[in-house]
Structures are given as C-alpha cells and as structure tokens.
C-alpha cells in the first residue's frame, strides 16, 4: 500500500517571499504524484502532477515541484507567493495500476503574511 | 466545459430524514468518484464508478447509497445519517480507467452536509 506525509501541518509564510511545502511518499510500486489546492469552502483544484520524465514539473499559479526518487520525495516550490495563495495543499499519490484510488497526504495549511 | 457541479450546496438534515446529493459532468468522463471530507482533513475515497458500475466501495456504511443513472450523473442517497456524518461530500470525474494510464481527477465544489 502507498502512504504520503506532509511533514508541515502548518506554513506562514511572507508575502513574495518563497515557500517549499514538503511531501514525503512510500510505496512498493511505481507511482504517480499530484498536488491539489483547496481554497476556503471550495473543492480541490490540481496544481500540477508528475507521471514520468522530467524531475522537474511545472504547474499552474506559478507552483512547480521537483520528484526525488531517492529521497521519495515531491515537494512543492514557489519563488515568491501572493495573498491569494492562501489555502490548504494536499500532496496525492497515486499507484501505476488501478489509477483510480488517490490517496492524500495530511494537507498543508499556507498562510501568506502581508 | 471542464466543470464538475454539484447540487446542494449546503444541506442540513436530521438522522430520521432522507436526502440525495447530486453530481454532474459533461466532460465525457467515464469514472466518477464520490470522497468525503472532514473538517481539516484530506479527502477520503468513498465510491468509484467505472462506466456507471461500481467498481470500488470503501467498507462504506449501508446508510451511504450510490447510484450512477448515466455517464454523466452520480447520486448519493442518504438515509439515517449520524451527526458524525457531517462533512464536505465531493465528487470527481476522470476520463477512464486504463491500467498503466493516469487521469486527472477534477473536483467539484462540494456538497457541505450538517446531520442533526
């Protein structure tokens, strides 16, 4: 079975300053990794995922993540973030067969500071 | 349209009522999830449905009923709920399943239920 840890429960973090969110998988099997967004009172939204290729993955908001197999890890960068960045981060895995099962790590609340 | 919607948007129930949540996507997904969501915390898978069967059920509890009428609808029929059962109920929808093929789930708002 695959597991995912958030070791940050909680980021504040500075406005335009940058920020690393970190997510840390395990699993017995080849994998995929996605990170979601969660704004206040709405759904999630995929801010970027990593299938195979490049380490480096770019997303949407200006989020990219680098995959470290090595270090089985998938943490997730800004170079410098805005107020609307607040909200929770969930870090996701998901197995190479049977692709329908998510399992979400813990989330990861950032707050921007003005 | 890349939209999931989902209908109510908040609903308050009583343990003896009977409700429906509804889920809606138009982006010819043949996979459709329900997962619910606790108060800070991740979501939690709860049904899948591959081409309107039910593929997966998560040791749900028999109050929870799903119901696929078509590819492009998913029910949830709640009877007898438990005031443990409040949370945000979300739905998503992915292209297909494939063995070896990764789809991106998208997500609708949520359906945030308070069982009294």
């Known amino acids: 079975a695959q597991s995912v840890t958030q070791l940050d429960s909680q980021v504040p973090v500075f406005e335009e300053a940058p920020v690393e969110l970190r997510c840390n998988y395990s699993s017995s099997v080849s994998v995929y990794l996605f990170w979601y967004v969660q704004y206040p009172n709405q759904g999630l939204q995929l801010l970027l995922k990593y299938l195979s290729g490049s380490t480096l993955v770019k997303g949407i908001n200006g989020f990219e993540a680098e995959f470290n197999k090595s270090q089985t890890s998938f943490h997730l960068r800004k170079p410098s973030v805005h107020i609307s960045d607040t909200a929770e981060y969930f870090c996701?895995?998901?197995?190479?067969?049977?692709?329908?099962?998510?399992?979400f790590g813990t989330g990861t609340r950032l707050t921007i500071i003005p | 349209d890349t939209e999931v919607t989902q209908t109510p948007k908040h609903l308050v129930m009583g343990m003896t009522n009977k409700k429906s949540l509804k889920c809606e996507q138009h982006?010819?997904?043949?996979?459709m999830y329900w997962y619910k969501q606790k108060a800070k915390k991740p979501p939690e898978l709860m049904f899948v449905y591959s081409y309107e069967k039910l593929s997966i059920n998560e040791s749900v509890p028999s109050r929870f009923s799903p119901e696929c009428p078509n590819s492009s609808l998913l029910n949830l029929h709640l009877h007898a709920l438990q005031p443990e059962d409040s949370a945000l109920y979300l739905c998503a929808s992915s292209q297909e399943r494939l063995a070896g093929v990764i789809n991106e789930q998208f997500f609708g708002p949520g359906t945030r239920l308070t069982v009294l």
């Open positions: 982006m010819g997904h043949r996979a």
């Open positions: 996701a895995v998901s197995v190479y067969f049977g692709n329908e099962k998510l399992t």
